[in-house]
């Protein structure tokens, strides 16, 4: 459609909307019919084919006004200046970038209004340069240019450029840049090892073990900021403890800390347990309505404990409230606004889940943002006596004991898998606790399922030594225990061992043991 033809409409239109409103309605109709029906012969007109032939045949292409209206309207700004930076040709997308008027710019010399521009080098030196990328001073934009020098009979007379603006790209790029270098920063902090010494609430969880104490450490920052935590372990690891430790060493420690433990909640009472009721909601509820969970976290802190446990239902209004942080209590609908932090844990595997369809993708990337992995205790033997001596001394002071473990026993737990990880060990050290009727706690009170690490603790698969490296093996053996219960105290270790201060010093070196 010609802009002319679009006036008319519009004056034909204008004066007949003063006589009628139905005569306008008819007449609008039969106005567009026409003008899509001229509309439509125009494009006919323009694939006419017979016409094409014809000045395909007064061979167009090297027509030199043809090609020129060719290069005028190629999309990208094009400029050809000869050697004395003269311009001889600009195309209709350079005056558009530039913001240039043809009649104002050709005949002057590029250099003397770009003076930094790189198709003065490809003048100097006669050679091409492709995808170049530069700024373009007096239009503040930037280009990528592939500018190649003009050659008439081997000698160099010109240059032409072709330049696509990309500014928005490089900007782009830009900031992409310092996002890149700002996430590599912040990772190495977070999970730098030379960090500074454990905050108060992480230092009691462990002590040797490397990757632990680094998790700690990967914990104790992220405490600081308000990220989503998504702790993982087998049961009884410690992801509870974890989330308490960061909640306690996060700027909301003086507000609540939530458990929703999601595989103990009905299907049935899940939103009045988590979003609260008003009064009169349902039948049996309280008649003065009760608060929910999230609303009771509110300035502090979420945990979402067992969250692989959630139907696909469940998930879905998880994935309302996380992403919305607001709730309707049931029976209302009026929005509530929360501020809380999120920590989730659980001990599946939830990106099989996934891929399974139980779990949603969009509900693991936001629960997510920071993953802790908390290792099984049978990867962390070194922390066994620690925790065990730890637990012992919890317990004497409730049932008002006084009680240490043989090393022998410290030795035996360092070897027992502990399927049921802190838990399972802190259970034992109280059953033993209560049991023990003598001040230290020697195998004779462990339990037959100990057996297998009570025959073979010193001599492991090692029985076919002859008898004098059987004993120095176990040894040495009992004193790496010793120094590890003891936590590297010596006069304990001593005492524990029952041997002489001397004979002591004399076995650490004969068995080059370091402390
Ligand atoms: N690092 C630790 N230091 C001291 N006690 C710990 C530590 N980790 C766990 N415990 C103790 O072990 C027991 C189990 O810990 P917790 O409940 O945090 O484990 P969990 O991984 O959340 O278990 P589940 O998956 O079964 O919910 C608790 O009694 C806890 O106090």
Same mark, same amino acid.
């Given at each position: ?25 008819w007449?609008?109709?039969?106005i ?23 000045i ?12 020129l ?8 700004? !094009? ?15 350079? #005056? ?52 190649? *020098? ?67 450490? !990967? ?87 067992? !969250? ?22 049931v ?53 066994? *006596? ?9 317990m ?39 049991? #023990? ?7 004779e ?16 698969n ?17 004193i790496?225990?010793?120094?590890? #219960? ?8 001593i005492?524990?061992?029952? !041997? ?16």
């Amino acid at each position: 459609m010609h802009l002319c033809q679009f006036y008319i409409f519009i004056i034909e239109l204008v004066f007949i909307k003063t006589f009628h409103k139905t005569i306008y309605i008819w007449y609008t109709v039969y106005i567009i019919y026409t003008l899509i029906e001229r509309s439509t012969q125009d494009m006919i007109s323009n694939v006419n084919l017979n016409e094409a032939q014809n000045i395909i045949n007064q061979d167009c292409f090297t027509n030199e006004s043809i090609l020129l209206k060719i290069l005028s309207n190629i999309p990208e700004a !094009i400029i050809v200046i000869d050697i004395n930076t003269k311009i001889c040709f600009i195309n209709d997308a350079y #005056c558009r970038l530039f913001k240039k008027d043809k009649q104002e710019i050709i005949g002057r010399l590029l250099s003397k209004f770009e003076p930094l521009a790189r198709i003065h080098d490809v003048l100097k030196n006669g050679e091409p340069m492709v995808g170049d990328i530069s700024h373009i001073h007096s239009a503040n934009i930037d280009v990528v240019a592939d500018i190649m *020098p003009l050659f008439y009979n081997g000698t160099l007379i010109g240059a032409v450029a072709n330049m696509k603006n990309v500014t928005d790209i490089i900007h782009m790029q830009i900031e992409l840049d310092h996002f890149k270098s700002l996430t590599q920063f912040l990772k190495e902090e977070l999970y730098n090892n030379n960090s500074d010494n454990l905050p108060d609430s992480f230092k009691h969880l462990a002590r040797q073990n490397k990757t632990f104490v680094n998790i700690l450490k !990967i914990a104790s920052k992220v405490a600081s900021t308000d990220a989503s935590v998504f702790i993982d372990g087998e049961s009884g690891v410690g992801k509870e403890v974890m989330a308490q430790a960061i909640h306690s060493s996060s700027k909301r420690s003086s507000g609540p800390f939530i458990k929703i433990n999601c595989s103990a909640i009905p299907e049935s009472l899940i939103e009045s347990e988590l979003f609260g009721y008003q009064s009169g909601a349902f039948t049996g509820a309280n008649s003065n309505g009760r608060i929910g969970r999230f609303e009771s976290a509110n300035g502090g802190t979420v945990f979402l404990d067992e !969250i692989g446990e959630m139907s696909l239902s469940m998930q879905v209004k998880f994935l309302r409230v996380l992403q919305e942080k607001e709730i309707e209590r049931v029976g209302s609908n009026k929005k509530i606004k929360l501020d809380f932090r999120l920590i989730s844990a659980t001990n599946r595997n939830l990106e099989k889940m996934i891929e399974d369809g139980t779990f949603r993708l969009d509900l693991f990337y936001r629960i997510n943002v920071v993953p802790l992995r908390i290792p099984p205790l049978r990867d962390r033997k070194e922390d066994i *006596p620690y925790y065990a001596n730890l637990f012992l001394e919890e317990m004497c002071a409730t049932y008002n004991k006084e009680l240490t473990f043989s090393p022998e026993v410290l030795r035996i737990f360092s070897n027992y898998e502990w399927p049921g990880n802190i838990r399972e060990l802190k259970n034992i050290v109280e059953q033993l606790a209560i049991l #023990c009727s003598e001040d230290i706690i020697t195998s004779e009170f462990l339990s037959s399922k100990f057996d297998k690490q009570i025959g073979s603790q010193y001599i492991g698969n090692s029985s076919n030594l002859p008898l004098n490296k059987l004993i120095e093996k176990v040894e040495r053996e009992a004193i790496i225990s010793a120094l590890q #219960c003891t936590n590297n105290n010596k006069t304990h270790a001593i005492e524990m061992l029952g !041997i002489s201060r001397r004979g002591f010093y004399q076995k650490l070196e004969k068995y080059n043991i370091k402390t």
